[in-house]
């Protein structure tokens, strides 16, 4: 039971939010390919498979993030009790559970076409190499927003087997809707990262984090709202869009500085906007 709750907590399964923010976006272009080719089979197994991959890869991910950051976790109040950084769990283990997920990560991949496995495998590089981020930049959330986004694309192309410009637009919404939900969650270690020396937006923009976040969502609802426009046949796609907006504004309302819990309640609030968001792509089938 001791080995399963550190399994737990270093993969972070215990909090869904990670996985299902990796996993929207992978929806989004499902769906968007679903509208032209109607073969609902393949889309509910598509849907399946790559809500498994996003819960195995986004595991992998925060151990390998883990093993990246186990000494400056040690000095941050919100991450000094995960596994690697209280020494609960060694690195050789960690590394172990990673081969082991990633492993059991390609045998879904192999199951869609070539090009999709060449895009999966071209993003090992985008989040094995994030947690250095941190250290070197202070948009480490928009690298983020590339790593997390590239989902749209591949499962796009799992069903298309060809990638268009308009992909490439959601994808491009999708980051700076990452940049602004990940600059909050960011809000919450601003002190003990300026302690400690690792870069963020949120330390980047603190005199103006409501201002730069709401810049960010302004720009993903604009650049979503042309493609939908330009795309859709009707205008059904208004009801679950108005949602997604008011699910971004009350974040940004609601999120302050001074309060951690309340960036953290706000950065969740964006799995509603996912999810409003898949089901604005589904309006494409009406």
Same mark, same amino acid.
């Given at each position: 039971?001791?080995?399963l709750?550190?399994?737990?907590?270093l993969?972070?399964?215990?909090r869904p939010i990670?996985?299902?923010?990796?996993f929207w976006?992978?929806?989004?272009g499902?769906a968007?390919?679903?509208?032209?080719?109607?073969?609902?089979?393949?889309f509910?197994y598509?849907?399946?498979?790559?809500?498994l991959?996003s819960?195995?890869?986004?595991?992998?991910?925060?151990?390998?993030?883990?093993?990246v950051d186990?000494?400056?976790?040690?000095?941050?109040?919100?991450t000094?009790n995960?596994?690697?950084?209280?020494?609960?769990?060694?690195?050789?283990r960690? !590394?172990?559970?990673v081969?082991g997920?990633?492993?059991?990560?390609?045998l879904?991949l192999?199951?869609?076409?070539? !090009?999709?496995i060449?895009?999966g495998?071209?993003?090992m590089?985008?989040?094995f190499?994030?947690?250095?981020?941190?250290?070197?930049?202070y948009w480490?959330q928009?690298? !983020?927003?590339?790593?997390?986004n590239?989902?749209?694309i591949?499962?796009w192309?799992?069903?298309?087997?060809y990638?268009?410009?308009?992909i490439f637009?959601?994808?491009l919404?999708?980051i700076?809707?990452?940049l602004?939900?990940?600059?909050?969650?960011?809000?919450?270690?601003?002190?003990?990262?300026?302690?400690?020396?690792?870069?963020?937006?949120?330390?980047?923009f603190?005199?103006?984090l409501k201002?730069?976040?709401?810049?960010?969502?302004?720009?993903?609802?604009?650049?979503f709202f042309?493609?939908?426009?330009?795309?859709?046949?009707?205008?059904?796609?208004?009801i679950?869009?108005?949602?997604?907006?008011?699910?971004?504004?009350?974040?940004?309302y609601?999120f302050?500085?001074r309060?951690?819990?309340?960036?953290?309640?706000?950065?969740?609030i964006?799995?509603?906007?996912?999810?409003y968001?898949f089901?604005?792509?589904l309006?494409?089938?009406?």
């Amino acid at each position: 039971m001791k080995d399963l709750k550190i399994f737990n907590d270093l993969t972070r399964l215990n909090r869904p939010i990670g996985y299902l923010l990796l996993f929207w976006p992978c929806s989004w272009g499902l769906a968007y390919a679903y509208s032209l080719n109607k073969d609902i089979e393949i889309f509910l197994y598509y849907i399946i498979l790559f809500f498994l991959g996003s819960v195995l890869m986004r595991s992998a991910g925060c151990i390998v993030n883990d093993i990246v950051d186990r000494k400056l976790d040690k000095k941050v109040k919100r991450t000094k009790n995960r596994p690697l950084a209280a020494n609960l769990i060694s690195v050789e283990r960690s !590394l172990f559970y990673v081969f082991g997920l990633c492993g059991l990560a390609f045998l879904i991949l192999v199951q869609f076409n070539f !090009l999709t496995i060449i895009l999966g495998l071209a993003s090992m590089s985008l989040a094995f190499s994030y947690p250095f981020m941190k250290r070197i930049t202070y948009w480490p959330q928009l690298f !983020l927003g590339l790593t997390f986004n590239w989902g749209i694309i591949m499962a796009w192309a799992s069903i298309t087997n060809y990638l268009t410009l308009d992909i490439f637009m959601v994808y491009l919404a999708a980051i700076f809707w990452t940049l602004g939900y990940d600059t909050i969650y960011g809000v919450q270690d601003i002190v003990d990262d300026e302690i400690i020396g690792v870069k963020s937006t949120s330390i980047k923009f603190k005199s103006m984090l409501k201002k730069f976040v709401l810049l960010c969502y302004l720009i993903s609802l604009l650049i979503f709202f042309v493609f939908f426009i330009n795309n859709m046949n009707s205008l059904y796609f208004f009801i679950p869009f108005s949602a997604l907006v008011i699910t971004l504004l009350y974040q940004v309302y609601i999120f302050d500085k001074r309060k951690p819990k309340t960036c953290l309640h706000a950065f969740k609030i964006n799995n509603f906007s996912g999810f409003y968001l898949f089901l604005t792509f589904l309006t494409f089938s009406l």
